[in-house]
């Protein structure tokens, strides 16, 4: 079965830096697009990064360009999304997102918190 493992997140200052990493297992990683979506207290989920199969056709959510990168390791079959100069606002409980035989599936997130 199709299983995503988020790690990486924690505590940060703001201006600072993490880098998240998304495992999965129980279909073929390289043949699929890839995503990270977050969720903040009290907002929808949104998503933030989009990254196609073999890691071209990149796309960013506009609050995030510039200062997140997206990229994946096929052979390893591992997401990441390195996030810098994060801000106050990026707190929330990051996902990742694949869309596999017409079912969304989704790890279990992981927290991240930046702090003023």
């Known amino acids: 079965q199709v299983q995503l493992v988020e790690s990486g997140g924690g505590l940060v200052r703001s201006e600072g830096s993490l880098r998240l990493s998304c495992a999965a297992s129980?279909?073929?990683?390289?043949?699929?697009?890839m995503n990270w979506y977050r969720q903040a207290p009290g907002k929808e989920r949104e998503l933030v990064a989009s990254?196609?199969?073999?890691?071209?056709?990149?796309n960013f959510a506009d609050s995030v360009k510039g200062r997140f990168t997206v990229s994946r390791d096929n052979a390893k079959n591992t997401l990441y999304l390195q996030m810098n100069s994060l801000k106050p606002e990026d707190t929330a409980i990051y996902y990742c997102n694949v869309r596999y035989l017409w079912s969304n599936y989704w790890g279990q997130g992981t927290q991240v918190t930046v702090s003023s």
């Open positions: 129980g279909f073929t990683f390289s043949n699929y697009p």
């Open positions: 990254i196609g199969s073999s890691g071209s056709r990149i």
